[in-house]
């Protein structure tokens, strides 16, 4: 459990390293697959390119359902600090139970539509047929990876990322091994499955992982799986905060729709470029979204402490940390720059239109974790409106101006680039700027 007194280096990192182990399971899982099938000998460039569409759809709609993971996250933390969580008892079995009903409703719909849904990505052909083909199976982990992202909630709540830490490493861990037998096949044993295994090593590894997030939840926790009525008193709060923070994940999700279908509108090496560096910017974000954990699981806690002054201290350190890690990152990948491309393609085309944007998404690396940090931080004091509307803002009045204008002229994944830093520079900015004025003169 963490400790109020914990806003040190060792409190701090003893919450956020597991955080971070946990947060950057789910991207190394879909940057396996994507250096997995950027290397199998058929079609290459057009299976990468639809793990990148497919791969972006699915991840818009896993954020976008698992917004209540942190509403869970925060509505714990408060009633935790005030020593009141027998008051919730019954809240995360009901709140967990409407997710996977949801997300079994969005299955049935989407896979109907499956085909419609990738040609408005601008694929046709073999990357539609294959985009097709990943996602009906990728997408049957939907209610498995709802119910995991619920109960990492939880645990976060309690201020506990060991659990969720140990269940990623087992998922991806598994989700590796079966990448490899599955796409690429065993000779006499297993014959090769081509895109469809990477798609079927996913929803095993999630199916895994779910039953052992079950066992956990009921042994480590003080909450059960027993939905029980009448609905808690928070429900209506957690479910308000949800659906703002769910209409923030349809905003940021028009930002990742757009790039993808004006990438995959340039050609099937755009996109596959674009899949790469984006497959890394994304496992950059998890890596610092552990410090935004530790901002989202203990300000909720201060915040029902009225313990303000930690709070702010909290602000500080978290940003220098994550600041000295994306920094560290970003020069590891300098460092190594020629050789990541080559372990996701061998196409020099995609490798040349890689290279070309790669030293963007380095540079965005310190503005990103001042973004996520904060981005964290207002999500444990339940600031679901602030986050929506800063998300709406930045996206169509930052992002998609900027995309449209690097579209007219014809700076392809530059344009998009450079969309991309401008979004982050006003969700960064904004978010400091916001705290400041509402927790400053709080500050003693």
């Known amino acids: 459990m963490y400790k109020e007194s914990n806003i040190t280096f060792k409190g701090i990192n003893k919450l956020a390293i597991p955080a971070i182990i946990a947060g950057i399971a789910e991207p190394l899982l879909s940057i396996t697959d994507t250096a997995i099938v950027g290397n199998i000998q058929t079609n290459p ?47 995360p079995a009901q709140i967990i139970a409407i997710n996977i009903a949801l997300s079994v409703l969005i299955y049935t719909v989407t896979v109907f539509f499956a085909e419609s849904i990738f040609k408005s990505y601008n694929a046709h052909g073999l990357i539609l047929d294959y985009s097709v083909s990943y996602y009906k199976i990728r997408a049957l982990g939907f209610p498995l990876t709802l119910f995991v992202f619920s109960a990492f909630g939880i645990f976060r709540g309690l201020q506990n990322t060991f659990w969720p830490m140990v269940i990623s490493i087992i998922g991806a861990a598994l989700n590796v091994g079966l990448d490899i037998i ?20 996913s929803v095993i590894s999630q199916t895994v992982m779910a039953v052992i997030t079950l066992v956990l939840i009921l042994q480590k926790t003080p909450f059960s799986f027993r939905i029980r009525f009448p609905f808690n008193k928070e429900i209506k709060n957690l479910l308000a905060i949800s659906f703002n923070l769910i209409i923030r994940a349809v905003a940021l999700n ?28 994304l496992f950059f974000a998890f890596f610092i979204d ?48 020629t050789a990541i491309g080559h372990l996701f393609s061998q196409d020099e085309q995609v490798l040349q239109l890689f290279y070309s944007v790669f030293w963007i998404v380095l540079l965005m690396q ?8 904060f981005d964290g931080i207002f999500k444990g004091l339940s600031e679901a409106v602030t986050l929506r509307n800063l998300l709406i803002f930045a996206t ?21 680039w450079i969309a991309f830093s401008v979004w982050m520079l006003l969700r960064a900015g904004i978010l400091v700027v916001k705290f400041k004025q509402k927790y400053l003169h709080k500050n003693p």
């Not at 796409?183 to 090593?201: L, R």
């Not at 790039?259 to 984006?278: C, H, P, R």
């Open 182 to 201: 599955l796409v690429y096949g065993i000779d006499g044993v297993v014959s090769p499955m081509h895109i469809e295994g990477a798609a079927w090593a």
């Open 254 to 281: 028009v930002a990742l729709y757009l790039a993808n279908s004006y990438a995959t509108k340039y050609g099937e090496s755009y996109i596959a470029a674009q899949t790469i560096a984006f497959q890394i910017w």
């Open 45 to 91: 460039t057009e299976a990468l390119a639809a793990v990148g569409i497919a791969g972006s759809f699915i991840s818009a709609l896993v954020w976008i359902l698992a917004q209540t993971r942190s509403a869970i996250s925060a509505t714990i933390s408060k009633y935790l600090g005030a020593k009141k969580l027998d008051e919730i008892a019954t809240l």
């Open 366 to 373: 310190p503005i990103n974790a001042i973004a996520f940090v």
């Open 290 to 337: 552990g410090y935004s954990s530790v901002g989202n699981i203990v300000s909720g806690k201060l915040l029902g402490e009225k313990n303000y002054k930690k709070l702010w201290k909290l602000s500080v350190k978290l940003s220098r940390y994550s600041l000295v890690i994306s920094l560290i990152l970003s020069l590891c990948c300098l460092a190594f720059y």
């Open 396 to 416: 169509f009045l930052g992002f998609t101006p900027v995309l449209l204008i690097g579209d007219y002229y014809d700076l392809k994944l530059y344009g998009i």
